[in-house]
């Protein structure tokens, strides 16, 4: 069965650095989603992306986040300067249609740590 | 409190045993997922239900919907010990793709 890919599967980053997360979605899939989690706590949404451009994001997802979809296959998140706060786990999903009725297939994540 | 909140946080049982999870939440929604979460993994599905239902079976899983209540139930029939995990509800709001995850149940099946 197809699978959603994400790596590096742990990723320990200097606090400031950049860091980018990178994920290889289900090749017919057209939509493409993060989330992240903190340790002990709720999966929480962060961006949507359909058609190369972002349709929906939370608060979390403020100026320091962006997303790129660069070669047609992979799907990034990238933090530009990275906060202690940021330590999680970040899974990538993707769907074949929008969200509605339809389930999102999740990668098995990146634990991101900041020192 | 928040949108999707399960109850137990955590569930031990005898293996061959029956498991049950609830999950509440608060605003009307489209539909109500389920996803088991094996420690280290990432997020599988399990089942949908759209809010015109009111329960649906896939295999040894039963979920049921009360719109009116705002709640859900997940039922594992005949429980085994590759059941432990870790089990999240996750709704979706009409005009929204967004999932919204609950705070999970902990299920452990004793061999």
């Known amino acids: 069965e197809p699978e959603v890919t994400q790596t590096p599967s742990h990723q320990v980053t200097q606090m400031g650095q950049e860091v980018i997360l990178r994920c290889v979605p289900i090749s017919n899939h057209l939509y493409f989603y993060w989330y992240r989690q903190i340790l002990g706590q709720k999966v929480e949404f962060l961006v949507s992306f359909y058609n190369n451009e972002i349709s929906e994001k939370s608060e979390i997802f403020d100026d320091q986040f962006s997303v790129e979809r660069p070669d047609g296959s992979n799907f990034t998140l990238k933090i530009r300067s990275t906060k202690l706060e940021d330590s999680a786990m970040y899974f990538c999903?993707?769907?074949?249609?929008?969200?509605?009725?339809?389930?999102?297939?999740f990668g098995d994540g990146t634990r991101l740590s900041i020192l | 409190s928040q949108q999707g909140e399960e109850d137990p946080q955590a569930l031990s049982i005898q293996e061959g045993e029956n498991a049950t999870m609830n999950c509440s939440y608060k605003?009307?929604?489209?539909?109500l997922q389920w996803y088991r979460q094996n420690s280290g993994r990432g997020l599988v599905h399990l089942i949908l239900i759209r809010s015109n239902e009111r329960e649906k079976h896939s295999g040894r899983l039963r979920v049921t919907l009360d719109t009116s209540k705002k709640s859900s139930s997940l039922l594992i029939t005949a429980s085994r010990a590759a059941d432990t995990a870790s089990y999240f509800c996750a709704t979706v709001v009409f005009g929204n793709e967004k999932l919204t995850f609950g705070t999970g149940t902990r299920l452990t099946i004793i061999p």
């Open positions: 605003t009307s929604i489209n539909n």
């Open positions: 999903a993707s769907s074949t249609t929008r969200l509605t009725n339809q389930p999102q297939h």
